[in-house]
């Protein structure tokens, strides 16, 4: 695999140093230094402006081959507002589109805005995203911020997966290969190291290309050690979105570099699912809400675009900056099903965008295009590699078991808490008499067709992997009837006001949320049962959820007065258990019944 400059250049400072491993440069390094470009394609001579092109998608999470079921679907609506789905997403498919899209474009840049990794389909999760960085890598990313999910492993290994070498114990896959790592920057401007004050990665990288320059500056949500494991960010501190874009803008600017462009693990909430909704209407961004809108409205006007991610929406919006004046703010879904294209009119007098001239849309990474044989032969191989456990059927099921993003209650969120709560509900497993799931745990639907040769209806291990990828394990505790209200109410206040997080139930344990209130207010206190008898505040519960949630993950800090826990199995195994126990050829699984939250609108 050849180097890019950005990988050259720290193997010549290492030489120079006379380091002898990364680990060792990178911690000698000032951060913010790496400059480069790819440069693809052909195009714009050499006029008072040229355009440059920003393709940018967000949110892969490794899946390398087209995601199953509606994980693997966008909605189009139509001139007449009629809907269409499209089938989308699958590496081999994004590297055709993007490589199309480069063609006749003499600047080009690829960025990304987070969660590359983390939460894998078993082909990429099973080998620590190993193949995702190396897809990555033939794609030509040139940059991309951190997400949360890069921090599910903690630092070190993201560390690994900047610099490369084996893992610390599952080492080399291959034989006589070691992982080379990235070629292209991580940014985390906004997670600095507890101890030293220092950004834990570089907090800006620097293209260029014939005298043009522009600078990205990446960052995650503040909020990140609220959704990842405490051990995965350990000893780091996460700072202000704002306050570090606009901090490094400063930066930028005093190098001489005018154009900047934010990279942003947070997202927004458009009004609709269909990719190609325009909301600028009536107004620049009225038709999209959610964290990244009061962002944007503070980031400085010096930067002229932000690509964001994290909410696995689709849109381009032109939000207001400070000063009033629109900026292109946009987001690629997620899993690889759409790719965005901004041009960005560079003026080499000013060395500044254009703003005026900024367009920006999104494209869908349709599968009616031919496969990018390289990808076809990194999937191959590392299938090949993970086929001994991923074929390994553990259920079977009658038909598709959604996990719909947009829906309140899941049928494959209830499937999950049943199996929780009847496999922790033995005396000598924790006694759980409850479970909660949380939503964002479940990362895939269970689809009914074949993915490979194992048959219609048959759940393989790699399939129930992707849909609980963290290895997580359960955990049985106490908590009061009055705890589990405010944990309720806790999924529409506090840190999930702006974008709830509606907890996953198992049967018997039902509540009405009424979404004509709101904050806490949307909980019905008398509405919530368990059985059909009105939950007692006084009384004392066993409750099962996973250990990220008992550690008050996800925005739930009541979670964290449980007592007298108890820690089970993980919720992979406890799943693949109750498939085992409750399914078989003759006697497939249905889908679980809705109807457990009572939704008022």
Not at 136 to 155: I, P, R
Not at 224 to 236: D, F, Q, R, Y
């Amino acid at each position: 695999m050849s180097a890019t400059p950005h990988k050259t250049r720290r193997r010549i400072l290492a030489a120079l140093a006379g380091l002898t491993t990364v680990g060792a440069l990178v911690a000698a390094m000032p951060a913010g230094a790496q400059e480069s470009g790819h440069g693809h394609g052909h195009g714009h001579g050499y006029g008072r402006t040229v355009d440059v092109q920003l393709l940018s998608f967000n949110d892969l999470h490794g899946n390398l081959e087209p995601p199953a079921g509606s994980a693997g679907r966008v909605t189009h609506t139509n001139p007449d507002g009629t809907t269409k789905t499209i089938d989308a997403g699958g590496v081999e498919y994004l590297a055709t589109h993007l490589r199309e899209a480069r063609k006749d474009n003499r600047y080009s840049i690829t960025a990304a805005a987070g969660d590359m990794i983390g939460a894998s389909p078993l082909l990429s999760g099973l080998f620590h995203d190993e193949p995702t960085i190396e897809a990555l890598n033939k794609l030509n990313l040139d940059v991309t911020s951190v997400g949360n999910h890069e921090f599910d492993e903690g630092a070190r290994e993201l560390a690994r997966m900047q610099n490369g070498g084996c893992h610390k114990t599952d080492g080399c896959y291959e034989s006589g290969t070691t992982f080379e790592g990235a070629d292209f920057p991580y940014l985390a401007a906004n997670v600095t190291k507890e101890k030293t004050g220092k950004p834990l990665l570089d907090p800006y990288f620097i293209w260029k290309k014939n005298g043009v320059k522009i600078g990205f500056i990446g960052v995650t949500l503040e909020g990140t050690p609220n959704i990842v494991s405490a051990e995965g960010v350990k000893g780091l501190k996460f700072g202000d979105e704002v306050e570090t874009i606009n901090k490094y803008t400063k930066v930028l600017e005093r190098k001489g570099v005018k154009s900047i462009v934010a990279l942003i693990h947070e997202g927004g909430l458009p009004a609709s699912t269909s990719y190609n909704y325009n909301c600028d209407s009536p107004g620049p961004g009225d038709g999209v809400s959610g964290p990244i809108v009061d962002i944007a409205k503070k980031i400085s006007p010096q930067v002229d675009a932000l690509v964001t991610g994290h909410t696995h929406q689709a849109y381009a919006c032109t939000i207001p900056d400070p000063s009033g004046k629109p900026r292109t703010v946009t987001s690629a879904a997620s899993f690889g099903k759409l790719y965005t294209d901004t041009t960005l009119t560079y003026d080499r007098r000013t060395n500044d965008i254009v703003r005026t001239a900024v367009a920006s849309a999104n494209h869908v990474v349709t599968r009616d295009v031919a496969k990018a044989e390289d990808m076809t032969a990194l999937i191959q191989r590392w299938n090949k590699l993970a086929a001994p456990i991923a074929s390994r059927p553990v259920g079977y099921i009658s038909a598709d078991i959604e996990n719909p993003f947009e829906a309140v209650e899941k049928p494959l969120g209830n499937l999950i808490t049943d199996a929780q709560q009847e496999g922790l509900a033995p005396a000598d497993k924790g006694g759980a008499q409850i479970a909660f799931m949380n939503p964002g745990g479940i990362r895939a639907g269970l689809v009914h067709k074949a993915s490979g040769s194992e048959g219609d209806g048959v759940v393989t291990y790699g399939e129930a992997f992707t849909v609980q990828p963290f290895t997580n394990m359960m955990n049985v505790v106490d908590l009061t009837g009055a705890q589990l209200i405010t944990a309720l109410k806790q999924q529409v206040s506090g840190a999930n006001q702006a974008a709830p997080k509606i907890l996953q139930v198992s049967k018997g344990f039902t509540y009405t949320l009424d979404l004509t209130k709101t904050g806490a207010d949307r909980i019905v206190d008398s509405s919530v049962k368990l059985n059909g008898e009105a939950i007692d505040p006084a009384k004392t519960y066993r409750v099962a959820m996973n250990e990220f949630l008992a550690g008050g993950g996800d925005g739930f800090p009541v979670f964290k007065e449980h007592k007298n826990k108890l820690v089970g199995a993980s919720d992979l195994e406890i799943l693949n258990a109750y498939l085992a126990a409750h399914s078989s050829a003759s006697a497939p699984l249905a889908p679980p019944a809705t109807g457990r939250i009572t939704v008022v609108k």
